[in-house]
């Protein structure tokens, strides 16, 4: 029987912050500076009290919650710390894939006889990583990612929750349409607008019908996802890659709020790849749109990808390649493909002085970070 760990660490960003600097501890804690173009990365159980979440506008945030302790991201002190998560998680999987720089997927299955039962194993994997690294996790466990992704949310923060094989349905009825994964806010004004308010009054229309009432690509997800089916929502690459993606509350329409999010991400990518030791020829990107039609685009350039800059001009493009302002993103996501050794030798025409000076500063700025030192290179504090 197939088993997956799904794990997530809990506001991430603003729990490093809290466990470092005591004076943020039990206090509405934003990530995001409360400035034009500028969009919460995360924010502390505190502050969600008031309506905060992640992708919303700094400003926005800032009304909802006045009292709130706005500060900058530190993309590379947050890396240190999620490296340092993902080698524990890692000892316990032989086939682990980290989903974003918080989440990631572990494949338990036939590890019984080496770790003993799930539950008691996750237990100890959130209390070694409390003990060493000193923040809390979520984990979801079961048959499927897709369920086991939508378990480690069920009861945040510092949860455990096991839906059990034959019980999905029963589960997906708990959470309720408003939790099913990758069922956003504008679908549900949808669902709704057709009577449809329940996991289990979606499972009584025929696939035919979702999809004369929503679109084919929406509508076969809803199909399986009331049924507790993954919808294949976790596609893997066929060679060895890394990759991160958000899914945002709501749909977000804005060039500004998704390169902010592509900034962040590219950020994220470099830093993964200098932690292991390796350099990719092929960007690649993913939208999924309000209606959950997806696409996927990649470029692989003449050059190598030797920077953060780089990274980011680069998922700029291939979003206005595909992408027209106005229009619902749901989820978006980013990746790095056809990876291999940093080491391997380059040929000097293949690259400019400018390029290689900046992978330079990403490899002096991300050790520092990991050493819990905030630095931002000026260029980045104000791009969109």
Request: hydrophobic residues 35%.
């Amino acid at each position: 029987m197939p088993l997956f760990f799904h794990v997530d660490l809990d506001a991430f960003f603003a729990s490093v912050e809290q466990r470092d600097n005591p004076q943020y501890r039990g206090k509405p804690l934003i990530i995001g500076l409360p400035v034009a173009r500028s969009v919460v990365s995360t924010c502390s159980y505190e502050a969600r009290k008031y309506g905060v979440h992640s992708a919303m506008p700094a400003l926005q945030a800032k009304k909802l919650c006045p009292s709130g302790i706005f500060i900058a991201p530190n993309m590379k002190l947050y890396s240190s710390v999620s490296r340092s998560v993902m080698t524990i998680l890692k000892e316990y999987s032989p086939v682990f894939h980290q989903v974003s720089i918080d989440e990631a997927r572990l494949d338990m299955t036939g590890t019984g006889k080496l770790f003993g039962p799930p539950k008691p194993l996750a237990m100890k994997i959130k209390e070694r990583v409390k003990e060493e690294i000193g923040i809390t996790m979520s984990v979801g466990i079961a048959s499927s990612p897709f369920i086991a992704k939508m378990a480690s949310d069920y009861n945040k923060p510092d949860g455990l929750c096991m839906v059990s094989p034959g019980y999905e349905e029963k589960f997906i009825d708990a959470i309720g349409l408003e939790k099913i994964w990758g069922i956003g806010k504008s679908s549900i004004i949808a669902l709704n607008s057709h009577g449809l308010y329940t996991p289990s009054q979606a499972r009584n229309l025929s696939l035919s019908a979702l999809c004369s009432f929503f679109g084919k690509s929406m509508g076969t997800y809803v199909y399986k996802a009331v049924r507790g089916e993954d919808p294949n929502t976790y596609e893997e690459a066929k060679s060895h890659s890394i990759s991160t993606e958000t899914t945002f509350f709501q749909d977000v329409k804005d060039s500004e709020s998704l390169h902010r999010c592509l900034l962040g991400m590219s950020q994220e990518l470099m830093g993964r790849s200098l932690d292991e030791g390796v350099m990719a020829k092929t960007v690649g990107l993913k939208l999924r749109w309000g209606d959950f039609s997806t696409i996927t685009v990649q470029t692989t350039p003449s050059y190598p990808v030797l920077n953060a800059d780089q990274i980011y001009s680069i998922s700029k493009d291939l979003l206005s390649s595909k992408w027209k302002e106005g229009e619902g993103i749901r989820l978006i996501g980013l990746g790095l493909y056809q990876t291999y050794e940093a080491d391997k030798p380059l040929q000097d025409s293949l690259f400019s002085e400018e390029d290689h000076r900046k992978r330079d500063l990403d490899k002096v700025i991300h050790a520092l970070g990991s050493r819990g030192l905030k630095l931002q290179k000026a260029s980045e504090l104000d791009k969109s």
